[in-house]
């Protein structure tokens, strides 16, 4: 059974730093290309940022480029994103996900259950 | 980046009911076009791939079509499990946009 366990959320003063991790079993990771979706209370869904298997490819929305940072240690079947000057706006739930494919071709089969990010003073 | 606009944004309907969801691109993305549905405090579910390959798992009333620009999410009968908020999502371009979302309530 494919499992993802997000962590590393809480509380973050503007202008600080996160990292958040995703754990992952059930599937041969270190073969699948993964993303990081974002939800803002109350919103819809964000796509952030995806990465492929071996890690040598990374794409990102425009809007958290230089800022977020997306990468995975296969040997600890792992990912994580970077948040770097987190602002009010990224105040969100944000889910790792396995993609199914190549990067995007056919959506996110498997979800993390979220990890909540405040960014707060 | 390619617009996502899904309509309508919200839906009324009652158990039975054949309802029909629309999602519409702002430039061709070809049938990469994904739906997935949410329930309140879940993650989302994905229902519908490559426009209209129903994933396993996911109940034969829901079927999806469309190419090019214009997509439709069809349940043929609601079932009570049914009521959640609808998303499309284009994964032609980077960055792969979701619509806004669809709630769809009893």
């Known amino acids: 059974e494919v499992q993802l366990v997000e962590s590393g959320g809480g509380l973050v003063q503007p202008g600080r730093s996160l990292r958040l991790s995703c754990a992952a079993s059930g599937f041969t990771f270190s073969s699948s290309w993964m993303s990081w979706v974002r939800q803002a209370p109350g919103k819809g869904l ?9 890690g040598s490819e990374k794409y990102y929305v425009d809007s958290l480029k230089g800022r977020f940072t997306i990468s995975r240690d296969n040997a600890k079947n792992s990912l994580y ?3 770097n000057s987190l602002r ?20 996110s089969a498997s979800w993390g259950q979220g990890v909540r990010v405040t960014v707060s003073s | ?22 999602c519409r691109a702002s430039q061709s993305i070809s049938t990469y076009l994904n739906w997935y549905q949410q329930k309140a405090g879940k993650a989302p579910k994905l229902l519908i791939n490559a426009a209209s390959t129903l994933q396993s798992g996911a109940p034969s009333r ?4 469309g190419s090019g620009t214009y ?9 009570p499990e049914d009521f959640a908020t609808y998303y ?19």
């Open chain 2, 88 to 106: 499309c999502q284009e994964t032609y371009n980077i960055p792969y946009t979701f619509g806004q979302g669809t709630r769809l309530e009893i």
């Open chain 1, 81 to 83: 994103l970077q948040m």
């Open chain 1, 88 to 107: 009010v706006e990224d105040t969100a739930v944000y889910y790792c996900a396995r993609d199914l494919g190549g990067s995007g071709d056919f959506g």
């Open chain 2, 62 to 65: 829901f079927s999806g079509s």
């Open chain 1, 46 to 54: 964000e796509w952030v940022a995806d990465i492929k298997g071996d």
């Open chain 2, 1 to 22: 980046d390619v617009q996502m606009t899904q309509s309508p944004s919200s839906l009324s309907a009652s158990v039975g009911d054949r309802v029909t969801i629309t």
């Open chain 2, 71 to 79: 997509f439709t999410l069809t349940i043929s009968s609601l079932q």
